[in-house]
């Protein structure tokens, strides 16, 4: 073999090589990390927490004593640096969704209210209170009926009654909110709870430069440590 193909062979083994370790040391860490799911911060308990979702995506809920705030948008990762790009556009944390059931055979004697609850905060699902509940009331009544689950699904039998009936319902931590149905029907609802203090996040971005990072915790550079609390599969 001549010198210059021995040289040739040299220079494309060089740069072969050179090119795998540079694809390699540019692989997206978010590909080798997979941070989908729930990374609740240490220092302030599980309902302060970045939830990572799929597309990039991720939901931020931040709280102290007598301040909450959530926002949503996209994070960008390297092994240094986790940006989170909020949406700018504000979404109305709480909401009802009424659905009127039909039935061929109905119940003259009662509805039922099918109630799923979705709450926006961790602190309602926190470890040492697993149990959820919403607090129901007739407008025309002085009290609230307490109801409580174990997987946010609440079934309550109401007396039938040939009127439209007006109800505010809340979790003992929310805002009021109110609706009205006719009660000769029963319903599916949807509703979703956030603290009487939850606020938007009005920031565009958050930077955390960061000092660690596993699968299960990263750590940034102001010792804050997040760690992995709830896996997510949505």
């Given at each position: ?19 795998m ?5 540019h ?34 809920s ?12 996209i ?16 979404e ?9 059931l039909?039935?061929d055979?109905?119940?003259?004697d009662?509805?039922?209210?099918y ?17 959820c ?5 007739n ?21 039938f ?14 805002k ?12 599916k ?20 430069k ?6 299960d ?5 102001d010792?804050i440590?997040?760690?992995?609390k ?5």
């Amino acid at each position: 073999m001549s010198y210059k193909s021995e040289n040739k062979t040299y220079w494309f083994l060089f740069f072969s090589i050179l090119f795998m370790e540079t694809s390699c040391s540019h692989k997206k860490i978010d590909e080798i990390y997979n941070l989908e799911g729930i990374f609740c911060n240490t220092e302030l308990s599980s309902n302060s927490y970045i939830k990572f979702k799929q597309s990039n995506r991720f939901e931020f809920s931040y709280s102290e004593c007598f301040y909450s705030s959530f926002g949503k948008g996209i994070y960008k990762l390297d092994d240094k640096n986790l940006w989170l790009f909020f949406d700018k556009t504000k979404e109305e944390i709480c909401s009802i969704d009424i659905k009127k059931l039909t039935s061929d055979s109905p119940h003259l004697d009662s509805i039922t209210l099918y109630i799923n609850a979705i709450y926006k905060d961790l602190r309602f699902q926190s470890d040492d209170s697993p149990i959820c509940g919403i607090l129901l009331k007739n407008r025309k009544e002085d009290k609230y009926k307490s109801y409580t689950s174990e997987n946010n699904n609440f079934t309550i039998k109401l007396p039938f009654k040939n009127q439209r009936t007006y109800f505010d319902i809340c979790n003992v931590r929310s805002k009021n909110m109110s609706f009205d149905i006719d009660q000769r029907f029963s319903y599916k609802i949807s509703v979703t709870f956030a603290p009487k203090d939850f606020k938007t996040i009005l920031e565009d971005t958050i930077h955390y430069k960061l000092k660690n990072i596993t699968q299960d915790y990263f750590i940034t550079d102001d010792n804050i440590k997040f760690e992995r609390k709830i896996k997510s599969n949505d």
